[in-house]
């Protein structure tokens, strides 16, 4: 397994940009399949963006579609995600998780993930 730790997270006005940023510990995270997940205050955990092991496919939530980029330094051991264009929808824990052994595709489905960081809060005030 590989061992997550967000960091980037904080306030900003709307309209404004933030880029998160996941550490990999462990396991070499080029072996892996990465996502960004978010909870926002009384809303389940909904997908945001994946990126496959080699970063050369991507999928994206309707909702971040166009003004959030997943990207990944597999030789940092670190996945990122730029976010333009900040709404106050945006307010949410954020969340990197690592697919599970052996998922090196791109995929969107939480349950394909099995490692998860602690999280890190975006708040985007109006």
């Known amino acids: 397994q590989v061992q997550l730790v967000e960091s980037g997270g904080g306030l900003v006005q709307a309209g404004g940009s933030l880029r998160v940023s996941c550490a990999a510990s462990g396991r070499t995270m080029s072996m892996y399949a990465m996502g960004w997940f978010r909870r926002a205050p009384g809303k389940e955990r909904e997908f945001v963006a994946a990126i496959n092991w080699s970063g050369g496919s991507t999928r994206y939530a309707d909702a971040v579609k166009g003004r959030f980029t997943i990207s990944r330094d597999n030789a940092r051991n670190t996945v990122y995600l730029q976010m333009n264009s900040l709404k106050p929808e945006d307010t949410a824990v954020y969340y990197c998780?690592?697919?599970?052994?052996?998922?090196?595709?791109?995929?969107?489905?939480?349950?394909?993930?099995?490692?998860w960081g602690q999280g890190t809060q975006v708040t985007v005030s109006s």
């Open positions: 998780a690592a697919a599970r052994k052996g998922v090196l595709g791109v995929t969107t489905t939480a349950a394909d993930f099995g490692s």
